[in-house]
DNA sequence: CTGTTAGCGCCTTCAG
DNA sequence: CTGAAGGCGCTAACAG
């Protein structure tokens, strides 16, 4: 295990100065190609690798974007991250990944420390615990952009990518109504966290927009969004009667049907569900999920490229997208009339 | 969007040296409290933030740790990463996450490029078409120690962690022979992948060592291995009569039990079904499949303390770890008698 | 307790 | 076409 060759190593081998190295090795017009086949020659042998950390030192960039998230090991959150990356390596940027766990002074952590990295843009997706945005100010202060992506910090002025969560649920419960469905029950995630919110308000919202009457003993608010929250959710839910049940997403929208099923209700004769989120698997449940898809791959794509733009042109425009859910229709719901 | 504050800057304003800024800032224990005060109110004033770049080049290390995978989205791949992330970054460490998409030049350019970086080791799990491993020695003699996990590449030497694939499928298999099945198919993954050879030949050597006859028309090679593949293979098999069913891994377990499902078999009494990973939601489908659970998060942790230990202790010696997997016993599969 | 000096590896003027 | 010099920001001797 050498130490890493350097330029000068070369330079003194070849006997000739570190400049006209360095210029070899960047390809520059002005190098006679004998002396640029003799520097790459070597450099090969020696096993050259350029300092990055140096040049990165000298151009004063670091060739890294900084990703947090709350964590990785969701479909959502695994598949935003390839299309940012993607995007990024597609122009030579490499990524530091972090998990917040949810846990906001992780988050100051990490943006704190992707400061001191030198990233040259955060995508952040705020922790469910996140107060305030003094932290992303500070990366902005160090001249770090900054753009929000999934959910939203109020008050922090910066590019957001955001999917119209209200529009989705929207259209789930919308569907139900629309297919006949008359007790619409609701299991809905932990109240204090936003996109939860929405869900539930776009589901109060149809039933009024479409004079149905709202029944408080269908809405479960569950305190978690995993499966085994959706278990727990639907067996208290099941003193009540409703012949439909819109989930906050598609894991608890798992965890019930598990429950209906084998409490011998038949999906979606006697219960329609829908979930949120299309996981991957959701098709492959017998019935296959009807769920809410959003373009997910395509947000990573966009705040990146949107980070990327801001990175090169140096413009301090801030651009706010929202990207449209799509209803995907399968078995666990009935059909319209 | 000010460029930020150095060390020179604060040494300046308070009209000291850049180097005992530096020791006030590091809290270096020969500096008046007073001094120290000063700094750190400034630097806080001016939002000063170290430059690491500058630091790594210094120190020659870059507090980077490099992990190279086929792919982020899958629950394996996510987990791992996962469980690397908690034992790197309790040490500090940042982890640079890159994906090959099983492609073996893109691997090579991620390996150099990540040598370029000066990142301090690197945790590989190698594509399912890598040849040869120069890449990977060429990183290692820029003094860049290499773990591999999950996946290997015969003939280079390196510190390994692994599951052991045999011994699960064998597992499985073997279940099912003491359930008292007796004709037992497979869905195998396309032949050229490792592991998924040897998740066949545990299927064939399990079947020779309880005396089961052979039927190679039970065999079926998928083209792939996800849940789409299972449905296409599945469709393949029907043709043969059989009463289990062992797949490569979960995703194509569940949709071959969709298709089974379809054509009005009943599983587990008329064929059971064992997959291979434990997907998170494996045991929400009805029936729970029944699968091979491997220590994913550890496998992780593993592989990074191990790298952190040569990183650290700089010795040499090259550890290979074998994980086991366990049998997970759920509805799809009869019980034993 | 603090300042001076030198250098990590590289690139980029400015001179030849 | 090539060399010399300076500096990116920080730290670690070495001197006071």
Redesign the pocket.
């Known amino acids: 295990m050498e ?9 003194k081998a070849l ?12 390809n ?9 086949e003799q520097v790459n020659e070597l450099a090969n042998k020696l096993n ?8 990165n ?4 960039k670091s060739g890294i974007i900084g990703v947090v998230v709350p964590e990785i090991t969701s479909y959502f959150f695994s598949t935003v991250i390839t299309g940012i990356q993607d995007v990024v390596s597609s122009v030579g940027y490499k990524l530091i990944i972090s998990q917040t766990n949810e846990n906001f002074d992780e988050e100051k952590k990490l943006i704190h420390e992707m400061a001191q990295m030198r990233v040259e843009g955060l995508l952040v997706s705020p922790s469910f615990n996140t107060q305030g945005f003094e932290h992303l100010e500070d990366a902005r202060k160090a001249g770090i952009p900054v753009v929000l992506f999934d959910r939203d910090i109020p008050g922090f002025e910066s590019s957001k990518v955001f999917v119209d969560v209200y529009d989705g649920a929207y259209q789930a419960v919308k569907y139900l109504i629309e297919a006949g469905c008359q007790r619409i029950a609701h299991i809905a995630g932990p109240e204090h966290i936003p996109t939860f919110q929405e869900r539930m308000s776009a589901y109060q919202n149809a039933l009024k927009d479409y004079n149905r009457e709202l029944y408080p003993e269908l809405i479960i608010k569950s305190t978690g969004f995993s499966a085994e929250d959706g278990v727990e959710a639907c067996e208290h839910l099941l003193s009540q009667s409703f012949d439909a049940l819109f989930c906050v997403n598609d894991a608890v929208a798992i965890g019930a049907m598990h429950v209906l099923r084998e409490k011998g209700y038949k999906i979606p004769e006697d219960i329609s569900v829908i979930g949120y989120d299309d996981e991957p698997y959701s098709c492959y449940f017998s019935p296959g999920l009807t769920t809410i898809w959003q373009p997910v791959y395509d947000m990573g794509m966009l705040s990146s490229k949107i980070l990327l733009d801001t990175i090169t042109k140096e413009k301090q425009t801030i651009r706010k997208e929202i990207l449209k859910p799509e209803l995907v229709l399968r078995q666990s719901s009935v059909p319209l009339n």
């Open positions: 130490k890493p060759a350097t330029i000068i190593d070369i330079a006997n000739i100065s570190p400049s006209t190295v360095s210029r070899a090795l960047n520059h017009p002005s190098i006679s190609s004998q002396t640029k050259y690798h350029p300092n990055l950390t140096a040049r030192l000298l151009k004063k």
